[in-house]
T-cell receptor, first 115, second 113 residues
Framework: DVKVTQSSRYLVKRTGEKVFLECVQDMDHENMFWYRQDPGLGLRLIYFSYDVKMKEKGDIPEGYSVSREKKERFSLILESASTNQTSMYLC??????????????FGSGTQLSVL | DQQVKQNSPSLSVQEGRISILNCDYTNSMFDYFLWYKKYPAEGPTFLISISSIKDKNEDGRFTVFLNKSAKHLSLHIVPSQPGDSAVYFCAATPSSGTYKYIFGTGTRLKVLA
């Protein structure tokens, strides 16, 4: 079965801390994504990666960076956490780029609270 | 600028009746569309998709309709069941170039028993 695993379900961090959110997929997908979900705003794309060491900014990259050293792992980094980064973070990977059967597979999410 | 819009934040439907969730998009480069369902504290799960070469796709109780000229798609759930109560997101992407999925803001469906 397809699996996208996010390392933590819940995290509580202090303002100014460096935060790492880890995501691993076991489907050999080229594309991986980080979204955040906030009430009334839907899912907003932070960063995505279409290959190892390749990344592109999404719609809201400010305050975040990413790392993709291996195909199966995509990390989201909050360099200096702020309270407005309190959110549900969702990692996803996608199959069959550019084909009709392409879809995103999501992890269970990490609820991050920054105090 | 919201490229994918779900203008109804919530919808309540009686069990057994039809649920219709709507989605509008503005970017004419979008040619592949997906619907996802999300329960609280879980990741979204894929429901159904449609490419712009079709105007309808069906999978069991779920049917998606695409009206390209109106840049509008809808998800029909028939019959609705209490387990369908969740937040539904539509998403759009171009099928070439960068595979950037843009999501709507979601519609919370409540199916009343």
């Amino acid at each position: 079965d397809v699996k996208v695993t996010q390392s933590s379900r819940y995290l509580v961090k202090r303002t100014g801390e460096k935060v790492f959110l880890e995501c691993v997929q076991d489907m050999d997908h080229e594309n991986m994504f980080w979204y955040r979900q906030d009430p009334g705003l839907g899912l907003r794309l932070i960063y995505f990666s279409y290959d190892v060491k390749m990344k592109e900014k999404g719609d809201i990259p400010e305050g975040y960076s990413v790392s993709r050293e291996k195909k199966e792992r995509f990390s989201l980094i909050l360099e200096s956490a702020s309270t407005n980064q309190t959110s549900m973070y969702l990692c996803a990977s996608s199959s069959n780029p550019g084909t009709e059967n392409e879809k995103l597979f999501f992890g269970s999410g990490t609820q991050l609270s920054v105090l | 600028d919201q490229q994918v819009k779900q203008n109804s934040p919530s919808l309540s439907v009686q069990e057994g009746r039809i649920s219709i969730l709507n989605c509008d998009y503005t970017n004419s480069m979008f040619d592949y569309f997906l619907w996802y369902k999300k329960y609280p504290a879980e990741g979204p799960t894929f429901l159904i998709s449609i490419s712009s070469i079709k105007d309808k796709n069906e999978d069991g109780r779920f049917t998606v309709f695409l009206n390209k000229s109106a840049k509008h798609l809808s998800l029909h759930i028939v019959p609705s069941q209490p387990g369908d109560s969740a937040v539904y997101f539509c998403a759009a992407t171009p099928s070439s170039g960068t595979y950037k999925y843009i999501f709507g803001t979601g519609t919370r469906l409540k199916v009343l028993a």
